[in-house]
Structure formats: C-alpha cells, structure tokens
C-alpha cells in the first residue's frame, strides 16, 4: 500500500538529548513537511523540502534540524535545543504543482522524561 | 491578524442536525483550499478541496468566496461519527505553502 511511514508512534526524550524521528514515503512525492501540534493547536510548519538535498525553515525550524538525502525519507531531529519538545509531529508529503494535496503519516508523540 | 481563522467553537450539535462552519484567510493572493478532518490524536485526513464554483460530496458541501476571502463547510444530517476537528487549509501565493487553520471541534450527540 502507497503511504508514508512515520516511527516511532511515541518517542521520550532525556534532556540535553538529540532524538531523531522517521518519516518514509512510497508515494513518489517530491515535496515533504514536518509539522508540529500542541494540544488543542493547529499545526505549525518546522521544515519543508521540495526537492532532494534542499530544505527550508517553516515558521519554528529554531531547535530542529533535518535532512533530505533520498527522495523517499525526510527524518526531523529534535534538538536539546528545543526547550519544549514535548508535542504531536506530523510528516506529510504531496506532490508540487497547484491544487496538490497534503497527505500525513500517523504522527510521533514525543514527550520529555 | 492569523493568515487563516476558523470559528472557534466546540460545536455540539444533535444527531441529524446541520453545521456550518467558517473560515477566512487573510492572503487574497491563494490559491487552492481543503478541508481536512482530524480525530483525536490521529493525523489529518483530506475532507474534500474547495472549488471556486463550490462543490458537495454527499452530506458536505464546501464554497469558496474570494471577494470576502472565506470558506465554508456545510454539514448536512450530522452523525455521530462525524465528531472531529474540522481543519481549514489554504495554500499561499508561492510553492507549497499550506497554512493551517487552528480548527473547529465538531461534537455530535446522540
């Protein structure tokens, strides 16, 4: 089945620590997102990429990091400095043109032990 | 003042009413706009993109009105596994820019 795959489903995390988060697509999508909800929030835009090895800052990229070396892939790192990781993260890709839809993985809750 | 805002509520509405929701966005330059449905603690689900000339789908009925710049979702005979956030999303005036609308709680009650 045609998808993206976001691991793990819950991710705790030690301060001072680095974490990493997963986010696979088969759907042969150029563009990719990173996305952050806070409870009861709508979703904020950390990173976007279009195109492999190119990436760009959304609206909280500060504490974040990511990388895009295969077209398929797209991991987040959380940084230690992000001082409130704690929040619901969504990976999404879509194809770029106009009208393309946004289609999200099944989100990683991180918490911060 | 937010690129897009959507009515605050929660709703809760009876089993076979009608809702309405609205939303508005301040860019006059976008594009394309959805609407997403999200239950708790699951990802965004594509509810249907809203057309210039409005389109339904079903009980769902989306307008689109760029002169005043919002959108609307009209649900019709509402049961109660339509309960959900209602996200409104629109895209900007430059590559894929989807911007988030903070949603709308719909509760339907039995």
């Known amino acids: 089945d045609g998808g993206i795959t976001q691991s793990p489903k819950y991710l705790f995390r030690k301060e001072g620590q680095n974490v990493t988060l997963s986010c696979e697509q088969n759907l042969n999508h150029d563009a990719m997102y990173w996305y952050r909800q806070d409870p009861g929030q709508g979703l904020r835009l950390i990173y976007y990429?279009?195109?492999?090895?190119?990436?760009q800052k959304g609206d909280i990229a500060e504490g974040y990091s990511v990388s895009r070396e295969k077209k398929e892939s797209f991991p987040l790192t959380v940084t230690s400095a992000q001082k409130n990781p704690t929040a619901f993260y969504l990976c999404?890709?879509?194809?770029?043109?106009?009208?393309?839809?946004?289609?999200f993985g099944s989100g990683t809750q991180l918490s911060v032990l | 003042r937010k690129e897009v805002e959507q009515d605050p509520g929660p709703f809760n509405v009876p089993e076979g009413a009608t809702v309405a929701f609205n939303c508005t966005y301040s860019?006059?330059?976008?594009?394309?706009f959805f609407w997403y449905r999200q239950d708790c603690r699951k990802e965004p689900k594509l509810l249907m993109s809203v057309y210039s000339s409005g389109n339904e789908d079903g009980r769902f009925t989306a307008q689109l009105n760029r002169a005043s710049q919002y959108i609307s979702l009209l649900i019709r005979d509402s049961k109660l596994s339509d309960s959900a956030t209602y996200l409104c999303?629109?895209?900007?005036?430059?590559?894929?820019?989807?911007?988030f609308g903070p949603g709308t709680r719909l509760s339907v009650l039995p």
């Open positions: 860019n006059s330059a976008s594009q394309s």
């Open positions: 999303v629109v895209i900007g005036d430059y590559g894929q820019n989807f911007v």
């Open positions: 999404a890709s879509s194809d770029v043109g106009a009208n393309e839809k946004l289609f």
């Open positions: 990429s279009q195109i492999v090895n190119d990436f």
